[in-house]
């Protein structure tokens, strides 16, 4: 079975600092998906950025990147430049690279408050 | 534009009625979703469809039921509802490995 794990329930972080969030995963596949996802209070859940494990580039996307350590099977996040606006619970998941198989394993999530 | 659409946002019941929360996406995606999440803020997934007359359970036990009769339409019922089935419920849908569109989520109480 696949575990997802963040340590961090909960982190805070200055305007324009830049903060990382933890995820850990557990998993004897080898060809797999990582995603991290933002929940804005009382909004609608959001894709934040995608990473393929074939790929050892680290994805990025604008502010956001990751450090995808596969041998670690590590997967944190990176915000740059923290706005208010990244106020929110954060969730990673994993994603089985099997046809047919594409639920979702998600984590407990880490709040992240950005204070101005 | 495309999307997926939960309603209603918020509902509030009496104990015993029937409900049903509905969720629809204009994407064309065959995959589909529902994931119960706990005031703790965990996700749970309950049901899920990989397309028309699928329905499988998810790893969370629920009482409620869904049917898949259309692509785009993936409703959940409750039969009789439960103060414990007071609950943020959230519907997505996927196309294969991209990942998934979440709706705004249906915020149900009940007293």
């Known amino acids: 079975a696949q575990t997802v794990t963040q340590s961090q329930p909960e982190m805070s972080v200055q305007e324009a600092e830049t903060v990382t969030l933890s995820c850990t995963y557990d998993?004897?596949?080898?060809?797999?998906?990582l995603f991290w996802y933002k929940q804005p209070p009382s909004r609608q859940m959001i894709l934040v950025i995608r990473q393929e494990a074939y790929k050892q580039q680290n994805a990025t996307e604008n502010r956001f990147s990751v450090n995808f350590q596969k041998a670690a099977k590590s997967f944190s996040l990176k915000i740059s430049d923290s706005q208010l606006g990244d106020t929110a619970m954060y969730f990673c998941a994993f994603m089985r690279a099997l046809a047919g198989a594409n639920n979702l394993f998600f984590g407990t999530g880490t709040r992240l408050t950005v204070i101005p | 534009e495309a999307d997926i659409y939960q309603t209603p946002r918020y509902l509030v019941i009496g104990t015993g009625k029937k409900i049903t929360l509905e969720c629809s996406q204009t994407m064309g995606h065959d995959k589909m979703y529902w994931y119960q999440q706990d005031p703790g803020m965990e996700l749970h997934l309950i049901h899920y469809?990989?397309?028309?007359?699928?329905?499988e359970k998810g790893d969370l036990s629920s009482e409620s039921t869904v049917s898949r009769i259309r692509t785009e339409h993936f409703p959940l019922t409750l039969e009789s509802a439960r103060p414990s089935h007071t609950s943020q419920y959230l519907c997505?849908?996927?196309?294969?490995?991209?990942?998934?569109?979440f709706g705004s989520g249906t915020r149900l109480t009940v007293v």
């Open positions: 469809s990989y397309g028309v007359n699928s329905t």
């Open positions: 997505a849908s996927s196309r294969t490995d991209y990942g998934y569109t």
């Open positions: 998993t004897s596949e080898s060809n797999y998906y």
